[in-house]
């Protein structure tokens, strides 16, 4: 059982370039979510998915897009990579949005914006 | 904006000595959250706590919950080196479209052999 699995590990871009982080998780997880982490800031809510087909907007959406055609899936596309966004980004999955199910993560990507 | 916030920003203790920590939140919430990243890992979950609950224990953990003064803690007693790690609490507010969690920006946590 895999859990949930971010590729890349680690990724340099150039100002300008847009990529796509993966996401994947086998545990048939309604809810996923982007986090990223940036020392001092914690964690903040990038976008989130309730179920395939569905997503919203978190704390900090902007320069991000995601999609949810799959259970399994959650890309997470950087449409114009910006200095500001060099981070720690992190996929999580639970059971349920309801409330009550903790978050799995991924063990995140470290994104460098040159 | 962050909801919960932890208190202390950093924490060094020795091993055996028991280590608390705190959080804080601004607004109502359904269930709170602790979760620990050792460095350069995901966080991993420890306790949930339900709002109608006050106490939960999971081995070496105690968190309590007190949502008058919207306040949470965890103890983690009996400390060991490997307990080394930052501990981060999150709130969950809303469901179906509407759950979001939103976590603190931690405490770090150093137990020394």
């Known amino acids: 059982n895999a859990g949930v699995t971010q590729t890349p590990k680690f990724q340099v871009l150039k100002t300008g370039q847009s990529m796509t982080l993966q996401c994947a998780q086998d545990?048939?997880?309604?809810?996923m979510s982007w986090y990223r982490q940036d020392p001092g800031m914690g964690l903040r809510l990038i976008h989130y998915?309730?179920?395939?087909?569905?997503?919203d907007q978190g704390e900090v959406p902007n320069g991000y897009n995601v999609s949810r055609s799959t259970t399994e899936d959650f890309p997470l596309r950087l449409l114009s990579a910006a200095p500001s966004q060099t981070s720690v980004y992190f996929c999580?999955?639970?059971?349920?949005?309801?409330?009550?199910?903790?978050?799995?993560f991924g063990n995140g990507t470290r994104l460098t914006v040159t | 904006s962050q909801q919960g916030e932890e208190d202390p920003q950093a924490l060094s203790i020795q091993e055996g000595e028991n280590a608390t920590m705190n959080c804080s939140y601004k607004?109502?919430?359904?269930?709170l959250q602790w979760y620990r990243q050792n460095s350069g890992r995901g966080l991993v979950h420890l306790i949930l706590?339900?709002?109608?609950?006050r106490e939960k224990h999971s081995g070496r953990l105690r968190v309590t919950l007190d949502t008058s003064k919207k306040s949470s803690s965890l103890l983690i007693t009996a400390s060991r080196a490997a307990d080394t790690a930052s501990y981060f609490c999150?709130?969950?507010?809303?469901?179906?479209?509407?759950?979001?969690?939103?976590f603190g920006k931690g405490t770090l946590l150093t137990v020394n052999p």
């Open positions: 999580a999955s639970s059971y349920s949005g309801r409330g009550n199910s903790p978050l799995h």
């Open positions: 545990m048939n997880h309604e809810y």
């Open positions: 998915s309730v179920g395939a087909g569905i997503t």
């Open positions: 607004t109502s919430i359904n269930n």
């Open positions: 706590i339900r709002s109608n609950e």
């Open positions: 999150a709130t969950a507010r809303g469901g179906g479209s509407n759950y979001k969690l939103t």
